[in-house]
Nanobody, 123 residues
Framework: VQLQASGGGLVQTGGSLRLACVASGFIFHDYSIGWFRQAPGKAREGVSIISTADGATSYADSVKGRFTTTSDNAKKTVYLQMNSLKPEDSAVYYC?????????????????WGQGTLVTVSS
């Protein structure tokens, strides 16, 4: 199982970025994929999840209305479109796969972490 996140960078407040998480090594449409982030000195935070089986999504309150996660099952890729970015969104963003087949909403139900991609939002 491998997940590769990319797309991070430096952006100004109010700007946008799209992160991508490319998966391999498992049957993609059986699992949920989550986006998580960790800022320096802070605990890891769940950002969003998507069920690749039916497209169901869930978002942290802090990003609702600004972030959208989608899945392209043919490309085995999950995207995180981030709009109206704020300095507090700055963090290393990780994608991870659910430990089991199905739809899962809690971070302790996720494993198989990809390497992170750094997002920095300047004020």
């Amino acid at each position: 199982v491998q997940l590769q996140a990319s797309g991070g960078g430096l952006v100004q407040t109010g700007g946008s970025l799209r992160l991508a998480c490319v998966a391999s090594g498992f049957i993609f449409h059986d699992y949920s994929i989550g986006w998580f982030r960790q800022a320096p000195g802070k605990a890891r935070e769940g950002v969003s999840i998507i069920s690749t089986a039916d497209g169901a999504t869930s978002y942290a309150d802090s990003v609702k209305g600004r972030f959208t996660t989608t899945s392209d099952n043919a490309k085995k890729t999950v995207y995180l479109q981030m709009n109206s970015l704020k300095p507090e969104d700055s963090a290393v963003y990780y994608c991870a796969r659910s430990l089991n087949i199905g739809t899962y909403y809690y971070s302790d139900e996720y494993g198989y972490w990809g390497q992170g991609t750094l997002v920095t939002v300047s004020s």
